[in-house]
């Protein structure tokens, strides 16, 4: 029999939304990264707000707890969800994690996204995402990456992300 309640668990959250060009006559998504609106001539497609930085890192605490994933517990197809801000699910899954007997040790992320450039908003996600998993700045990473201008995401119709956590059992958490 295996251990349980290890020490320490792993997590890896992977999203991915489709970028299109945002209707003239208003509406649509624009192109929220962790939190952080950034311009763009396209929005993106999603039933909440599209984070898909958010959305990674949300599945890669609930994938280290062996949670359902974020498509379970937020269906896209129930209307509470819609346009929903993100930090939502992140908070929700972060709770998990807090009630699950956990610590959350560091968070490394990589954006993928052919334009625009995360550039001065990148250290802003950080804060955003340091405060969202209650850990220090210097434990989050966010890098970013394009995709040399091949495939959906390259040729700018898509945004990727992939987030790995780390958590470590609180010393005074109790089995079950
Ligand atoms: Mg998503």
Known sequence: MTDSFPAFRIGH?????????????????PLIVGGVRLAHDLGVVSHSDGD?????????????????DIGRLFP?????????????FLEEAVHRVELAGYLILNLDTTVILQR????D??????????????????????????????????????IAVHAVVILQRRPDALPG
């Open 76 to 88: 896209d197809t129930d209307p509470a969800y819609e346009a929903l801000d993100s930090i939502v």
């Open 13 to 29: 959250g992977f999203d991915l939304h489709r970028l299109e060009p945002l209707p003239p006559d208003g509406g649509g998504r």
């Open 121 to 158: 908003a990148r250290e802003t996600i950080r804060k955003n995402l340091a405060d969202a998993l209650a850990i220090s700045i210097e434990c989050v990473n966010v890098k970013a990456t394009t995709h040399e201008k091949v495939d959906a995401i390259g040729e700018g119709r898509a």
């Open 52 to 68: 898909a930085l958010y959305h990674a890192v949300t599945d890669a605490l609930l994938g280290a707890i062996a949670a359902p």
């Open 116 to 119: 625009p450039k995360l550039g």
